[in-house]
């Protein structure tokens, strides 16, 4: 079979799908597709992997991944990360850079640098990818001025990819720098139009528009709250928007100051929890009310609050937990 006949790896592999299935053979590769395709959440929890390779591990931190078990993915990630026997069919600087995303998410900026940094020993070509990411993270950790700097590098090395001005938007509005956000907008507009790709263009003008909405609302939020101050609310609508802004508040505090010490910890907890309450409160209310609508939407604010301490590893009670 000829090169050109291959379909393309996927992401964290060297191979394609027809090269696995055509050079790997065994028990490994029978379980790579099982926890790729068949494995429930209690069936992976009951795994044996102590003895796995990279390939079942690669596989089975995927399958945490998308059952959003990051810290369960994350020590699978470490695991491979520190492989000394690499397996063929993997492409290892993608999985460094999964396990660095999944990090930084996390608020774990320094040990995601380490890592970039790893990628680029084991492929410097891949240094302007790097510095995407490492942007990125500084960012989000309150250097906005020199990660802006760095994302500009970055999009001139890149400049028919409208994602790494996306990435850079993202990471402002979720450090709260709404009003830097536009033209990083632009600047993807722009990359889009030299893009050749027409379904990567489609998904790219998608992801715009929504962080277009995102922004706008949360701008809309915080001009809201200054100008009319934190008294008291009316009706269960308007406690829904300071519920929300409160919450994109908090986002930005701990997307710039990730909580490390116990008592950082035990603080946002108590913040969070008290979000979450006032959301369960909300939809109390939504339900006495029997407004459908907002039943849903405090439903939804509530898994957002317990999604937003997820991501920095704060396990939120909730009454599922009672």
Request: charged content about 40%.
């Amino acid at each position: 079979m000829n090169d050109s006949d291959e379909d393309p790896p996927a992401e964290g592999y060297a191979w394609g799908v027809a090269r696995q299935d055509r050079e790997l053979h065994g028990e490994e590769y029978r379980a790579h597709l099982r926890l790729l395709d068949e494995t429930d959440e209690e069936e992976l929890e009951t795994l044996d992997l102590s003895d796995a390779g990279d390939y079942v591990l690669w596989a089975a931190a995927q399958a945490f991944e998308e059952l959003q078990r990051d810290e369960d993915a994350i020590a699978l990630l470490k695991r491979v990360a520190a492989s000394t026997s690499p397996h063929p069919a993997l492409y290892y600087p993608d999985i460094l850079f999964r396990l660095g995303d999944l990090l930084k998410e996390r608020g774990e900026y320094d040990e995601a640098l380490g890592w970039l940094d790893r990628v680029e020993q084991i492929e410097p070509e891949l240094g302007d990818r790097c510095n995407e990411r490492r942007a990125e993270i500084l960012v989000l950790r309150g250097e906005a001025e020199e990660g802006q700097r760095l994302f500009q590098e970055t999009a001139r090395a890149f400049p028919d990819d409208p994602w790494v001005p996306l990435r850079a938007a993202w990471a402002l509005l979720a450090s709260g720098r709404y009003d830097k956000i536009a033209r990083w907008i632009e600047g993807s507009e722009r990359a889009l139009r030299e893009s050749k790709d027409e379904e990567e263009a489609r998904a790219a003008a998608s992801e715009i528009d929504r962080l277009r909405q995102e922004t706008e609302a949360r701008r809309s939020r915080r001009a809201r709250l200054e100008s009319e101050g934190t008294g008291p609310v009316a009706g269960l609508e308007a406690v829904k928007e300071e519920i929300l802004t409160a919450l994109d508040a908090e986002e930005s505090r701990l997307t710039r100051n990730p909580p490390r010490t116990p008592d950082a910890r035990g603080r946002a907890l108590e913040r969070l929890a008290a979000l979450h309450a006032r959301a369960s409160r909300g939809w109390d209310d939504a339900v006495e009310a029997r407004d459908e609508p907002l039943i849903a939407e405090f439903d939804e604010l509530q898994w957002d609050v317990v999604g937003l301490a997820g991501r920095f590893g704060i396990d939120l009670p909730t009454a599922e937990d009672d």
